[in-house]
């Protein structure tokens, strides 16, 4: 792992995520730029002082040429640390798995794809809400064809955390999360924008064509967009809405979809991640939970306990790092995995959005 | 009543509408161009002969000469024969409530509303929808500074009725909101869209300055819009979204709400009508009931059964009738009751729309 | 009407209920037995003097003598005044429409049920939830088999408005509906309890044949149950549960009904009665809504708007009123509507109640 | 561990919620008594072969004398093979971790609750729900007097996997747990009935002092209770209501939980736990999230990611274990953690089922 020492957020959610299904162990690290902090952190984890490295171009370097070395690395570094550390293990021959959005800009967007595209071992995004049993049956349900034609989708990811100027009242997350030079420009659109705008093409199977957006900054003083309008042209014809925010008071981690086609239309939302509701023309709208009755084995395959029994984001995240221990072991399903292609699918939404916005809102196409 | 006779939809509503709380008595109605069916449906409906017209200008005529003639006429005819009959009884000096979208076109608007200026009789629109007590209840709290400034508006309009080409099948509803000549030129703008634009305008107290608008028609051979993505500036910053739609599988009649201020949020759905969700900054979200506990008198004094009995739709509509009852004996609240600017505002978010979408989604400012 | 004048409650909801669907008018009264008062309300809704009685007795009897009199009486007094005056109107050869539960005593219950057996015009006993829709569907689909051989039943009614005692603060409703004279001796079973149970038998076809009752009375000083756990056995086999409080604090009017067999199971709540679940074995839930797709007319017959757009308690109330016009106009459906069977059914209820609980919760049998 | 080999389900539950917070480490088993199966179970699992056993018994005498021996013992096997394990490893010196019910029959408990007394060691009883962090939360609320005295309790828990006779179609849980020599008596109240019944009295701290019974078995053929139906009468005058139900068609695990006292009242439900309503009288109910807002650090000291991230079933689960490893190390909080007090109360609530039921449902006290 590189990043994720005392102090970090989603580190910790990383390791969650790898442990539940029992097929990572966390045996090196360079999890903090600051080498007594990385150490102290190592420590804390079990991590052996000797695999603790205070410099993530020397573990990817140590670790290549261990004969235990590791068989992925995890980088859980803010944005502008991630394309650095993903060449430098991709160069060495160490799958990766990133944490999203790919990187902070452009540039780097296209080192980090050159890497990949030169690598011989995999590279995962972790846009973890794919994870999810029932977002994955969804998806199935419109590649077979259950919702018809895809005409309209509508995205959301509603907040509430940065309604006032915490970055300026000590939160860290808030700090350089709101920070264009460690953010990469984007605000909302970057930070959870991009898991609203790659999960409804996961579940669509439909690239955007082109999106007019309409940026705002409520927090006072703030240098990022915290709240985002945009309009979508999907590829086939089908046209849609976004929505991210973080100042929409009374909403926690409010990411919605729904997708209607000309046979029908779905339903689901984060929050309460184990049910999606499913409507066909001329029918009653029915209830889909995560493995249960009717509809085939769908979700229940990426599920670990009966339905009813509720899974929740950590789970949905294990999902990621299952699929990745089964691809990095030569036999897993790359389709269900985000990879580059995603990563630069988000990079393209968030610079794309900042045009656009600039534009006054102009279309911006590929 | 002018419209409604056998065969129409909203004409019933108005009059169950009107019935309910016992403040008016249907007396005299033109209720169909077509005489015998005029006579046929006056009949059904306890009108005297002679109070049965086959024309409203003679309607209009007649009842302002009759020394007991009609206090207010309801006019429910298709949206291109709204004008004439609302200045005829205008200028006759009969009030007028009338159903929604105003008119068909700017030159109807632009005449009805010299007619309500001079006119000495009230005009009322029945944007029904900002009958119900919690969308009266949210007005009073924005307007107390309760959810603070606003700066988020996200309002949509989603049915599933025209998910097929119904129009061409003999659904009479479909007919005319679908052809241009009759609906005016909008299709799902005009019909719903209207009102979730309304419904916001009522609610913040906030006029929109400018729409960014794409629009499609996904009904095949469908020559007005079915499904519209709006991008919305409001005066004051607040930005917002609207979404109506007529072909999202699985939405019957889901107008909702909701609205951000740097202090609070609010949650409405006309589906369940009777709950509000209202958050405010680092506090449990509330949940609101119509005329329920705490929060003051509130939504309770536009209610006629304690909270736990749900009202519907029609005692929202209701309270349009009785609260035009009050203002036209000359003693009601005109802050409540949609009239002529409610109309224009509307008129215009119809045309700004189409003229948006034909420009490629630029911004069209008023 | 007999009772129901100012200050009452379930009085003017009956003149709602009635006026909706246009079939009944208002024409006579005996609104108190207070004279000035009775005068004052009937003046209030325009009730002509000389058909406001002080004295339902004489009301009875001069209406029954005029060519013109009253098709109906609604007896909406408290439960103790119900049995003189529907004797009196029934002997008089004047339908009766009475408020729930059907009195006060089972010496009183049999003396109404002689009554009934003897006169030629209907009794109706408005157990109005009976009127929403989504219940008659139920009650069809039952009929129809689809949940197969009804198990298990769970019935309950939860509201906290008599969570303390506001019977000694000035509550009219609270006061008489606590007072063991006036109510009848029960409490919450009576006012409430009733209506589940009735609710129960209404939509699963199934009469109660044992109950084993454990009341309380936690308001402070109260003289009445206001709690109640009922475990019931059905005819047939199935078993059933119901809960009846006035003291669940959060509850505003939770009936709720949730029946099971082999085959299916619904679920439904009076607070958003538009909408019902339906699970079969091995297929997904579906979510019915009243009127809307699949599942054939069911709802939509006794609808007035379409589905989405939300009917409440009064469409609901209205329905029993509508079918009661057809009744003693003579072509209605008896088996929708309660009435002596329904009442003799909430009395035996009651008292079943009250004498189990007595005897420490044992089984009390028809 | 002892039992959870393969073909298992709640061993695997076990190891999972172990996993979770990284506190544990599975290196020694008797996964099954067939002695094959348990070494083939051990190796998928990486326990090493010489700490693999076919016999609970050997591995307790050997582990308690390695120096490196196991810190606990986790007991999942069914029912009746609890107490002798069980009372072995207390009897080596080795805590227990044991699911629940305690064991099979009322001897056994006896000889289980001697041999806890006589440890040193800790005994943890996997009452999984209370590590809910909103069930803790509630708890401490009821303790707090935040609802006051406690008036009224319904405590549900209701599936519907053994509708049909699906113990004699090869369904492997559906055998053991509707046999009542390996079950222990209990069907339903056995299984998921303790669990509604440990956990009511978890969150108000009232324990039940008697209790009336109906239990029913629907499963043609079914030799113990699928339903039942039971009033409890509570320590301080509280009383309640348990269903538990496994013939409810369209419930997958619907556990919930709703208690009411003089000042407020809760209500939670186990598939979406991450909500809870909190009512005071006279004030609008509240939505208490996990973590969220208001309301003090609350359920947020045992979760893992912030509100809105949904955390479910097994991180419950997982809670349970943390705190059982503080608690072996020395420093838990005994009071959140079930054992053998819960494990005698649920033995006490299944054994006063069965004797009410078959005393028709008269009351049995403790």
Redesign the interface.
């Known amino acids: 792992m590189v990043g994720g020492g005392q102090g970090a957020f989603i580190g910790?959610?990383h390791?969650?995520a790898a442990?539940?299904?029992?097929r990572w162990e966390l045996v090196a690290g360079a999890l903090s730029s600051d080498l007594e902090r990385a150490m102290a952190s190592a420590s804390d984890l079990?991590i052996a002082p000797d695999r603790s490295y205070g410099d993530y171009a020397k573990m990817a370097e140590i670790e290549a040429a261990r004969s235990d070395g590791i068989d992925a690395v995890a980088i859980v570094t803010p944005n502008h640390v991630h394309a650095a550390p993903v060449i430098a293990f991709l160069k060495a021959g160490i799958a990766v798995i990133c944490d999203k959005p790919l990187c902070a800009t452009q540039d780097e967007a296209t080192e980090i794809a050159k890497a990949v595209k030169a690598a011989k071992v995999p590279f995962v995004l972790t846009h973890n809400y794919t994870g999810y049993p029932l977002i994955r049956q969804a998806r199935a349900m419109v590649a077979a064809g259950e919702?018809g034609t895809i005409?309209?989708v509508?995205a959301?990811y509603a907040?509430?955390?940065l309604?006032?100027a915490v970055e300026e009242t000590g939160n860290k997350q808030a700090e350089w999360r709101t920070d264009p030079a460690r953010s990469g420009g984007g605000g909302a659109i970057g930070d959870i924008g991009t898991h609203a705008f790659n999960l409804l093409s996961f579940v669509t199977g439909l690239r955007a064509e082109a999106l007019?957006a309409?940026l705002?900054s409520?927090g006072p003083g703030r240098r990022v967009d915290d709240?985002a309008?945009i309009?979508l042209?999907m590829e086939g014809g089908a046209?849609?809405?976004l929505?991210a925010?973080q100042?929409?008071?009374?909403?926690?981690?409010?990411l919605r979809l729904?997708i209607?086609?000309?046979?029908?239309?779905?339903?689901w939302g984060?929050?309460?991640?184990?049910v999606m509701?499913?409507?066909?023309?001329?029918?009653?709208?029915?209830?889909?939970?995560r493995g249960?009755?009717?509809?085939g084995g769908g979700a229940g395959q990426w599920t670990?306990?009966?339905?009813?029994?509720?899974?929740?984001?950590?789970?949905g995240f294990a999902n990621i790092y299952a699929d990745a221990a089964d691809l990095i072991g030569g036999h897993g399903d790359r389709a269900l995995l985000p990879g580059i292609e995603a990563g630069l699918d988000g990079m393209w939404f968030i610079d794309a959005c900042i045009r656009s916005s600039k534009a006054?809102?102009?279309?911006v196409a590929r």
């Open positions: 910790a959610v390791r969650i442990r539940i299904d029992d079990g919702l005409r309209v509508q959301e907040q509430d955390w309604t006032e007019a309409d705002q409520f709240n309008h309009m042209r046209r849609g809405m929505w925010s100042v929409a008071v009374g909403n926690e981690n409010g729904r209607y086609g000309d046979k029908g239309g779905l339903e984060q929050e309460n991640p184990n509701t499913l409507a066909r023309v001329g029918e009653p709208k029915k209830i889909v939970t249960g009755a009717g509809l670990r306990i009966p339905p009813g029994h509720p899974e929740g984001y950590l789970e006054d809102g102009a279309w």
